[in-house]
């Protein structure tokens, strides 16, 4: 019996990563590597590489890489156990019958969630602890069968009542802290993650729960919290109501996307259900990916407020580079969807949507504020707009929005299609920020011996960057199944690009046991360091509470140093030099 896992291994071994990107990409020999133009992003001169040696590729404009079977899963839009069980069937390599173990975990994982959402749902009608989530409901004037349609709970305040729940109904609880429902305490116990919260579970596209978010009632911090990544939940590319909307939007022509859980409630609460929420995640590639895959109709209903157009703004760049030319919808100064609904009915929003500006003019607008009218300005501006442009894939609607937003901007149509000096940024590529990361994540790489002595050190809970340290324990899993570094794939496309940058990376030529002493050195500063850090923390807390204000300054003070000196090595030149930190 083989799983999706090994399937890959083998798809690793079988498939020549050259031959596959040919078939999209025209791939011309360059010193050891091929390079091409990148098919995921516009560009004149090739930036996208092919190293036969690695079987990786890598894009240095726009930041995509991977694997044979990254750069499928990103060319075609498929998971990854889409993509190894399409490309498995084109090289004739046996899939799994039946249930494969990850499927298993996975299943395992739905169903603790979904007892969770039973356990929240429950409280939330019937607890009389309840009752503020019941009357904040009520303020915000969402009905039960809104309620119940979006499957809101409640959590209580008390700090383990889900662990001793779940545990008493037989869940294994190290799988329930998985799934990012409750933590563990130093004595072995358990409490919940979510206490004293209204709970709106998130579903995906079948359906099941894959997470939950919780909005505080009453006063503290944070306003809402989310569960973290977890191997069925991946922020980027999930819509709060995608599920629920999908048919409203299919049936509507056209889809809105707003910001909050409140702003999609209160909107389906007066009958407008063709809505997506972002819900405090920065829209991404794979967000607008999800949404091309519905229809390509899209309207932005962001606050009326700076920092709401600066997010519309935002996200058109995102949309554009997916083909997708949202309208903009203007609310009216201090209104949010939520609020304007409540005010003034349904109607209110359906008046706005025939008056959302086309993308162009949004452009025109916002860069015109953005800069001042002076020569530098519209210098600066036209920049802006060339770069949002140039990762417009079609160039003949490229073109055409060139001609429109050159209009708005009095300036021939050339200056916004010029190649820009630099690329477009990457959004989903996450560099190898921290440098102690990359170090730890190449020393695996190159020395996959020094796996044990890694984990014994648990560096894990040292890496900051959280794409970093999920890399790491995969490849960790990875290669105590016995799976080599060079056959293991990552299943997520941003661990694939992070993965990639990671071989194409210089790493100095010294013996593991070199690597490891470094290693060792920047583990016990960095454990010195964040020990050093807890106790300000504890410090600076009790002189807050205690009403000591020269102490506080004084602490605060050292404490701004430390972070600085931290922020300034992280930064330092020279391999390693750049390790350390
Ligand atoms: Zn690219």
Redesign the pocket.
């Given at each position: 019996m083989v799983n999706l896992r090994e399937v890959a291994i083998r798809l690793r071994e079988v498939i020549n990563i050259v031959d596959l990107v040919s078939e999209y990409v025209a791939l011309k020999k360059v010193g050891r590597n091929y390079v091409g133009l990148?098919p995921?992003?516009t560009?004149s001169k090739p930036?996208?590489t092919v190293s036969e040696e690695k079987q990786i590729f890598r894009?240095f404009?726009?930041g995509?890489g991977g694997d044979a079977i990254g750069f499928y899963m990103r060319i075609s839009g498929l998971s990854f156990p889409e993509a190894v069980r399409e490309l498995a069937q084109r090289y004739h390599l046996p899939l799994p019958r039946g249930d494969s173990g990850e499927g298993k975990k996975y299943d395992r994982l739905y169903r603790v969630n979904e007892k969770a959402l039973r356990f929240f749902r429950h409280l939330l009608k019937s607890a009389p602890e309840a009752e503020i989530a019941r009357e904040h409901l009520r303020e915000r004037e969402i009905s039960e069968s809104t309620a119940e349609n979006f499957a809101l709970g409640y959590a209580p305040a008390e700090g383990s009542a889900l662990a001793a729940h779940l545990r008493l109904s037989g869940v294994d609880l190290a799988l329930a802290e998985e799934a990012g429902l409750i933590l563990p305490r130093e004595d072995g116990s358990y409490y919940d993650r979510f206490r004293g919260r209204l709970i709106f579970p998130l579903r995906d596209q079948q359906g099941r729960v894959v997470a939950f978010a919780g909005r505080i009632l009453g006063p503290g911090e944070p306003k809402y919290l989310n569960s973290p990544e977890t191997p069925v939940y991946h922020k980027s590319r999930y819509l709060y109501g995608l599920y629920e909307a999908r048919s409203p939007i299919r049936e509507r022509g056209f889809g809105l996307v707003v910001e909050g859980y409140f702003d999609l409630l209160s909107l389906w609460e007066k009958g407008i259900r063709n809505v997506v929420a972002t819900c405090g995640t920065a829209l991404t590639r794979e967000h607008a990916r999800l949404l091309k895959r519905l229809l390509r109709t899209w309207y932005l209903v962001f606050d009326g407020d700076e920092a709401g157009r600066r997010a519309a703004y935002r996200a058109l760049g995102i949309f554009f580079q997916e083909g997708i030319f949202p309208r903009v919808v203007f609310l009216p100064q201090g209104e949010d969807p939520d609020s304007l609904v409540r005010r003034f009915g349904p109607e209110a929003m359906e008046e706005l949507l025939p008056k959302a500006r086309s993308p162009e003019s949004f452009l025109v607008d916002y860069v015109r504020q953005a800069f001042p009218p002076d020569p530098e300005g519209k210098s600066a501006a036209v920049a802006e707009v060339r770069k949002i442009l140039s990762g417009v894939p079609d160039p003949v609607i490229r073109y055409e929005y060139a001609r429109r937003v050159a209009e708005g901007l009095d300036v021939p149509e050339r200056f916004l299609l010029e190649s820009p000096p630099q690329p477009t940024p990457p959004t989903s590529t996450p560099a190898a920020e921290d440098p102690f990361g990359k170090l730890i994540l190449q020393a695996l790489l190159h020395h996959p011996s020094l796996a044990a002595e890694l984990k014994a050190l648990r560096v894990e809970d040292l890496l900051r960057d959280p794409s970093q340290q999920s890399l790491y324990l995969r490849l960790l899993e990875a290669l105590e199944e016995g799976c080599p570094p060079e056959r293991f794939s990552p299943e997520d496309p941003e661990l694939q690009s992070l993965y990639s940058e990671l071989f194409f990376s210089p790493f100095p030529e010294d013996s593991a046991e070199k690597i490891l002493l470094e290693i060792k050195e920047s583990v016990l500063r960095r454990r010195f360091r964040e020990r050093e850090r807890e106790r300000f923390l504890r410090e600076i807390k009790e002189a807050e509470s205690s009403g000591r204000k020269e102490d506080l300054a004084r602490l605060l003070k050292a404490y701004a140093d430390l972070c600085l000196e931290r922020s300034i090595k992280r930064r330092g030149e020279g391999v390693y030099e750049s390790f350390s930190s």
């Open positions: 990148c995921f992003h560009e930036s996208f894009c404009g726009c995509a």
